[in-house]
């Protein structure tokens, strides 16, 4: 599991510059402003959000070398040649790319559900959510300073050389996507309306809950530094609050038992209302954040662990496609409303409607929580909610 991880940390770095580095570029080489970037980026979005499915499935249904190969092959040849691809071009190109990327969060999440007994699922999914906090830390700052120090050709080359590895690193471990038990079982082939559930549905929007909470609140920090003059600490601020989620996580991890997303969830959004009141220094908004972010890194963490508890084997790459379809639905819907609300009423409303919006979220899929279908053939986990998982 360790190496696997590891492996997982590699790969997720190069991808979460990816987006820095694609608005950098088209603002600042090629002049075109911002607007012009956020259109790169969300072309790019749009395609991963599609393509996260899509990879899940085939990997489901032919194996994981598959997949990988071609979507290595794929992030090659754009990140190789983005820097000098005409803007028109690289619009469409960036979504192919979105499109065909590399499964990564699903793969490594699927992949440890393989791995790992049910009962410790838990520990390994919390330390794989403080891997990709560490990822997110890392990943856009290396892309600005890579732009900033050496221009988007070299970033963008360094880019394409670690999804390659990545790639390359993934196909040479090979990870199983199913236990050892999965595999002796009689394989039955389970359709998909019998695992997509109205409640499977409702933990997918939780899961977008967390992002709308988790992107809202970013930018809110932002704003709010920056109106009061302290936009220098606005990166450190950002750094402690993912300390904060990195501490959640690895306490979450050495609980004996869970808690339902949609506590820890619904939790989150509750403790992230008062920091709007907060007032005086930078340091006291970063003290602020402490409680609601401790539960960053668990709250996603439940959401994959329910995951893979309802949903089949044979179907579980694409639960986590869908998955991370979610969480990126979360955030992309979560920047326009933040912004919209810090320029209209000021940064701090933005922690009030974050917080709010992802408890009502909550409350929606609260009725379809505990509802369940008849389970497929030898599908025993699809409808049986664990006790840990289904306590409100």
Same mark, same amino acid.
């Given at each position: 599991?360790?190496?696997?991880?590891?492996?997982? @940390?590699? +790969?997720?770095?190069?991808?979460?510059?990816?987006?820095?580095?694609?608005? #950098?570029?088209?603002?600042?080489? #090629?002049?075109?402003?911002?607007?012009?970037?956020?259109?790169?980026?969300?072309?790019?979005?749009?395609?991963?959000?599609? $393509?996260?499915?899509?990879?899940?499935?085939?990997?489901?249904?032919?194996?994981?070398?598959?997949?990988? @190969?071609?979507?290595?092959?794929?992030?090659?040849?754009? !990140?190789?040649?983005?820097?000098? @691809?005409?803007?028109?071009?690289?619009?469409?190109?960036?979504?192919?790319?979105?499109?065909?990327?590399?499964?990564?969060?699903?793969?490594?999440?699927?992949? %440890?559900?393989?791995?790992?007994?049910?009962?410790?699922?838990?520990?390994?999914?919390?330390?794989?959510?403080?891997?990709?906090?560490?990822? *997110?830390?890392?990943?856009?700052?290396?892309?600005?300073?890579?732009?900033?120090?050496?221009?988007?050709?070299?970033?963008?080359?360094?880019?394409?050389?670690?999804?390659?590895?990545?790639?390359?690193?993934?196909?040479?471990?090979?990870?199983?996507?199913?236990?050892?038990?999965?595999?002796?079982?009689?394989?039955?082939?389970?359709?998909?309306?019998?695992?997509?559930?109205?409640?499977?549905?409702?933990?997918?929007?939780?899961?977008?809950?967390?992002?709308?909470?988790?992107?809202?609140?970013?930018?809110?920090?932002?704003?709010?530094?920056?109106?009061?003059?302290?936009?220098?600490?606005?990166? @450190?601020?950002?750094?402690?609050?993912?300390? *904060?989620?990195?501490?959640?996580?690895?306490?979450?991890?050495?609980?004996?038992?869970?808690?339902?997303?949609?506590?820890?969830?619904?939790?989150?959004?509750?403790?992230?209302?008062?920091?709007?009141?907060?007032? $005086?220094?930078?340091?006291?908004?970063?003290?602020?954040?402490?409680?609601?972010?401790?539960?960053?890194?668990?709250? %996603?963490?439940?959401?994959?662990?329910?995951?893979?508890?309802?949903?089949?084997?044979?179907?579980?790459?694409?639960?986590?496609?869908?998955?991370?379809?979610?969480?990126?639905?979360?955030?992309?819907?979560?920047?326009?409303?933040?912004?919209?609300?810090?320029?209209?009423? $000021?940064?701090?409303? +933005?922690?009030?409607?974050?917080?709010?919006?992802?408890?009502?979220?909550?409350?929606?899929?609260?009725?379809? !929580?505990?509802?369940?279908?008849?389970?497929?053939?030898?599908?025993?986990?699809?409808?049986?909610?664990?006790?840990?998982?289904?306590?409100?």
């Amino acid at each position: 599991m360790g190496v696997l991880l590891t492996v997982g @940390l590699a +790969a997720r770095v190069p991808m979460t510059a990816m987006g820095m580095s694609l608005t #950098l570029h088209v603002v600042e080489t #090629l002049e075109l402003g911002y607007t012009a970037a956020g259109a790169v980026t969300a072309a790019s979005t749009i395609g991963m959000a599609a $393509g996260s499915p899509l990879a899940g499935r085939f990997v489901d249904r032919y194996g994981l070398r598959p997949v990988l @190969l071609v979507t290595t092959v794929a992030q090659a040849a754009f !990140w190789s040649c983005a820097w000098a @691809l005409p803007y028109p071009v690289l619009i469409v190109a960036a979504a192919v790319a979105g499109l065909l990327a590399l499964p990564v969060f699903g793969v490594i999440r699927q992949c %440890l559900a393989a791995m790992v007994p049910l009962e410790q699922r838990r520990t390994a999914f919390s330390f794989d959510s403080m891997f990709v906090e560490v990822s *997110y830390m890392t990943g856009p700052a290396l892309a600005v300073f890579g732009i900033t120090a050496f221009g988007s050709g070299a970033t963008m080359a360094a880019i394409a050389i670690g999804t390659t590895g990545a790639g390359v690193g993934l196909l040479l471990l090979n990870p199983p996507t199913r236990s050892a038990a999965e595999l002796e079982e009689r394989e039955v082939k389970v359709p998909r309306r019998v695992w997509v559930t109205p409640r499977l549905v409702a933990l997918l929007g939780t899961a977008a809950a967390a992002t709308f909470v988790l992107t809202a609140t970013e930018l809110a920090v932002v704003g709010t530094m920056d109106d009061s003059g302290h936009t220098g600490w606005i990166g @450190l601020a950002v750094g402690i609050w993912c300390l *904060y989620s990195l501490m959640g996580g690895f306490l979450y991890g050495m609980l004996s038992r869970g808690f339902s997303p949609l506590v820890l969830i619904g939790l989150m959004g509750l403790l992230t209302v008062p920091v709007a009141l907060v007032s $005086g220094g930078w340091w006291w908004l970063v003290l602020a954040l402490l409680p609601a972010g401790l539960l960053c890194a668990p709250a %996603l963490t439940s959401t994959v662990e329910t995951l893979t508890r309802w949903v089949p084997a044979g179907a579980r790459g694409e639960a986590m496609g869908l998955h991370g379809t979610a969480l990126m639905i979360g955030g992309a819907a979560s920047a326009p409303v933040a912004g919209k609300v810090i320029d209209l009423y $000021g940064a701090p409303w +933005a922690f009030a409607v974050a917080g709010l919006m992802g408890v009502a979220m909550v409350l929606v899929a609260l009725p379809f !929580w505990r509802r369940g279908t008849k389970p497929a053939p030898g599908v025993a986990d699809v409808v049986k909610v664990p006790e840990e998982s289904a306590a409100i």
